[in-house]
């Protein structure tokens, strides 16, 4: 059985942006616990969210400030509002992260007037090596695959242990690091061939969890708010020994 993917609903009109801490950890040779890996792919998603909203013009220039992460000069929002709304979400996004729940979240960028989605950034995950022992039981989002247990989209295993994704060479932070920028110079260069975006608009943020997922009220099941037959280009992947990060933008082609 497939889930449905979720969305945090807000009493806002305006969907909203991010938070992000300032500064980098220093290089170092050491290897990512399962804990440490899920928390930085969940500050990866954070900071994603801003570059995409900053890139894409969903909100104004003067919305967003100057910080310093992955060796790079990030731009991320100052409104007040905006920064609670994006904290919530990732402080579930990092509990489900962490118990190998996620298999996908999307950023959907779609016209406030008529609601009709005009981009869809995917970032895939997979869990590596087995990092979680609940993972083979549980039901994957999409067909999605996690851990070592690859299913279809109607939850069908299709390949166990050496068939199903491997557990990724070790790296280190300094190489972690540098993988994460070389995606984030991608989307900004996106803007290159990206259509412009046409008025006003906003974003949600579905997050595909497993069906035994606890999920707060404030959340509610959404459809996947695909983009019938857009473009799609596939971006860089990252990742620690115990996840790996997939990235894909679609969106609707000019009339």
Not at 36 to 48: N, P
Not at 76 to 101: A, C, E, F, P, S
Request: with cysteine; net charge neutral.
């Amino acid at each position: 059985m497939s889930t449905k993917p979720r969305t945090k609903t807000s009493s806002s009109s305006r969907e909203k942006s991010e938070k992000g801490e300032k500064g980098d950890k220093g290089a170092g040779e050491h290897k990512l616990s399962l804990k440490g890996s899920a928390k930085r792919v969940t500050e990866f998603f954070e900071y994603s969210i801003n570059t995409i909203l900053y890139q894409r013009g969903v909100y104004p220039a003067e919305e967003f400030t100057t910080v310093k992460k992955y060796g790079l000069n990030m731009l991320v929002t100052i409104d007040d509002n905006v920064k609670d709304y994006i904290k919530k979400i990732m402080g579930q996004l990092g509990r489900w992260m962490l118990h190998g729940k996620i298999s996908k979240l999307v950023i959907v960028i779609s016209s406030k007037d008529d609601g009709e989605v005009v981009e869809r950034w995917v970032f895939d995950v997979q869990v590596l090596g087995g990092g979680n022992k609940d993972k083979a039981g549980a039901t994957g989002a999409a067909g999605a695959a996690g851990g070592t247990v690859e299913k279809d989209e109607n939850g069908k295993v299709l390949a166990v242990g050496k068939d199903a994704p491997g557990k990724e060479p070790f790296k280190t932070e300094k190489e972690i690091q540098q993988e994460i920028a070389g995606l984030f110079r991608q989307i900004t260069a996106t803007v290159t061939f990206l259509p412009m975006l046409e008025g006003n608009c906003t974003f949600n943020v579905l997050v595909y969890a497993d069906g035994d997922a606890e999920v707060p009220m404030e959340w509610g099941d959404s459809d996947a708010r695909e983009i019938q037959n857009g473009e799609k280009v596939t971006l860089r992947s990252w990742g620690t020994s115990s996840h790996k990060v997939d990235t894909l933008v679609s969106y609707r082609l000019s009339e």
